[in-house]
């Protein structure tokens, strides 16, 4: 029921061929960024070279606190201006396109600090999140019978995908009302009500209880069965290992690593990265969480708890 | 003292134009910071440039009183867009300050010695509302007399036109609210940025709410003068105190519920009338010793008294008459 008829599932094995490099290219990237740099001052928050993302697939964005993994996001979706660089959508230009302009070409994001609308029903979450809906005009809003069987459609869907994340029981409850997990749950549900070809989550898993987590990863799952594309950021490396089809990391702004998740744990600069041998500038690290993290991302082990300020 | 008079005093005024007027500024304004989070703290100049426009229309133009209504809106739309275009893309405190500001300026300039001939100048304008009062049904010739309360005929028809006009404002912002159009409203209000993120645009959105806000307001000034039957620049007619009441009516009845600023406006206008008659009266029979306060005082007493009586209800009904507590805790979240 897609109004992307032309979105199909793609077989994970087309990366076998990418080189394992920094701005590999990919054999159909849905996005592709080139020379994006972001500045805050002195700070050089981004500077991507190059980054092809596979169409139909999921990639995990990786490093840490600091790398410039959420204001790249902010910056490809409109929400920030870079200082240079350019990126296309689809093979469109997306250049100075602002936030909602980027939404509806299909291309969604949800937000590392969870952003449910509190004092709107969970159900109303999700019908806003519904695309060209007419009784959006100003006008047409008035004549309630134009939008009505509208509604009742996009309701249909709203009931379909809260089920799904399984948060039908509460539909009519403020979203103020959710627990944390929940609402990383709702906000990826309304995200999902755009019908977006290319979904980006910002630490989707972070404070959702570990029950929680199985289910929102099968539903990451299930995207790509549906043939969109999925950019998440993610600190725990057993998800990443878990849904990923390819994995980038970020460290100080640059990518530094690309590949599959079997080949990152090995490379030597991602286990630098996160070990702070570059630990030069005045960055953030928390240096325990992040050599806890490396010494797991090395060696293919247990779970981690990231957590990001 | 006699409380039948003091009663029908403040039923008077709970029904009275200023009630109604204050229910239509108040409906705007509930339109802008009840449902879309706009802080507009110059509704008073939106009613500027509804007086102000109906007078001119008819004064200086000769128009029909109705033209001259709806030059008051059109006025009304463009100092929307005037504050609008340069604020609502940036934070929401640009739009208090720009507010605030321009409703003064606005009431300054209207005011200005070198405009006489055309706004009356500190003079103002009068002698507007014949052609209103010509239109007047004859059902309303006797005015209306409940009795215990009456009201002229003149001040009848103003008031039947504007209680309908309040009614037709609830039933419209019912309609938008219960919309699609409504619920983008109130994401923006909520978060700006998840409403961009699904693809709204919210900078349109707020300016939509801007315009619709301020046309209610334009209409609360219209209505204000033509009960008062002259337009004048001062700061208790159109400065920044109506403003404020006009927010207090609002939160009385509980911002961003559908009959909230129309019951808070009542109330707000009843406790007023309440207070001032009560207070008369108890310093006329000397139950309040002179020495704490003479009748010239009770003007400001009561506003006093009203003040108070706010903080109560802030302290323990914090959500207004028509408010959701539950609402109001999911605020701290
Ligand atoms: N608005 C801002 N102003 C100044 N510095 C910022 C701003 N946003 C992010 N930064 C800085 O940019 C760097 C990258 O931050 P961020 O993108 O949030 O990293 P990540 O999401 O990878 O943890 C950090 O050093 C951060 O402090
Ligand atoms: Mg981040």
Not at chain 1, 299 to 309: F, H, N, P, V, W
């Amino acid at each position: 029921m897609s109004r992307f008829s032309e979105l199909k599932a793609v077989d994970p094995s087309v990366l076998d061929s990418v080189a394992q490099q920094p701005g590999a290219a990919k054999p159909d990237p849905v996005l592709t960024a080139t020379g994006i740099t972001r500045r805050f001052g002195g700070l050089i928050a981004v500077e991507v070279e190059h980054l092809e993302v596979q169409r139909g697939l999921i990639t995990a964005l990786i490093g840490p606190n600091g790398a410039g993994k959420t204001t790249f996001f902010n910056l490809i979706t409109g929400f920030d201006l870079p200082d240079d660089g350019t990126w296309t959508f689809e093979g469109r230009e997306m250049g100075t396109l602002p936030p909602h302009k980027v939404a509806r070409q299909g291309m969604v994001r949800t937000f590392q600090l969870t952003k449910a609308l509190s004092k709107i029903t969970v159900m109303d979450n999700m019908k806003l999140g519904a695309p060209n809906q007419s009784g959006e005009n100003f006008f047409r809003a008035l004549v309630h019978p134009l939008w009505r069987q509208q509604e009742d459609e996009i309701e249909e869907r709203a009931i379909a995908l809260l089920d799904r994340f399984k948060l039908s029981h509460m539909s009519d409850e403020f979203a103020g009302t959710l627990s944390g997990g929940q609402r990383k749950l709702l906000e990826m549900a309304r995200a999902l009500m755009t019908d977006p070809k290319l979904i980006m989550l910002d630490e989707p898993m972070a404070g959702v209880n570990p029950a929680l987590t199985q289910s929102l990863l099968g539903h990451v799952k299930s995207l790509r069965d549906e043939g969109r594309t999925v950019i998440f950021v993610e600190h725990d490396m057993d998800v990443v290992r878990d849904i990923s089809d390819w994995v980038v990391v970020m460290a100080e702004g640059m990518i530094i690593a690309e590949g599959p998740h079997s080949a990152i744990g090995e490379n030597q600069a991602v286990v630098d990265a996160y070990l702070g041998t570059h630990h030069d500038s005045a960055l953030t690290f928390d240096d325990e969480t992040t050599a806890k993290m490396a010494a797991e991302a090395a060696a293919g082990a247990d779970s981690a708890e990231g957590t990001d300020t | 003292m006699d409380w039948g008079q003091i009663f029908s005093f403040a039923i008077e005024s709970a029904l009275g134009t200023q009630a109604m007027y204050f229910a239509l500024a108040a409906i705007g304004l509930n339109i802008h910071f009840g449902y879309t989070g706009l802080l507009n703290f110059g509704q008073a100049g939106f009613m500027i440039c509804g007086a102000y426009g109906l007078a001119i229309s008819i004064v200086e133009y000769d128009l029909h009183w109705l033209i001259g209504i709806v030059v008051g809106l059109i006025a009304s739309g463009i100092f929307a867009l005037l504050l609008g275009i340069p604020t609502l893309r940036l934070r929401a405190d640009y739009l208090a300050i720009v507010t605030i500001a321009a409703a003064e300026i606005l009431r300054i300039v209207v005011r200005a010695t070198s405009l006489r001939g055309f706004t009356g100048g500190s003079n103002g304008i009068n002698g507007f509302t014949a052609g209103f009062q010509d239109a007047r049904p004859g059902f309303l010739d006797g005015g209306i007399d409940l009795g215990f309360i009456s009201f002229s005929s003149r001040q009848s028809w103003v008031l039947f036109l504007g209680w309908i006009t309040v009614l037709l404002g609830v039933g419209f912002t019912y309609l938008l609210i219960h919309s699609p159009w409504g619920r983008v409203l109130k994401a923006v209000r909520e978060d700006e940025d998840a409403a961009r993120a699904l693809g709204k645009n919210a900078y349109s959105v707020k300016m939509q709410s801007l315009v619709l806000g301020g046309l209610f307001g334009a209409l609360g000034g219209i209505f204000f003068v033509l009960a008062q039957g002259s337009v004048q620049p001062t700061p208790q007619d159109f400065g920044t105190p109506k403003t404020f009441f006009i927010w207090v009516a609002m939160i009385l009845g509980g911002t961003g519920k559908l009959w909230g600023p129309v019951i808070g406006s009542v109330i707000f206008s009843g406790l007023l009338a309440f207070t001032d008659s009560a207070l008369r009266q108890a310093v006329a029979a000397d139950y309040v010793p002179k020495s704490i306060i003479d009748g010239v005082q009770v003007g400001q007493m009561r506003f006093i008294l009203l003040g108070l009586g706010l903080m109560v209800l802030m302290i323990y009904r914090p959500q207004g008459i028509f408010g959701d507590k539950r609402e109001l805790a999911l605020d701290a979240n």
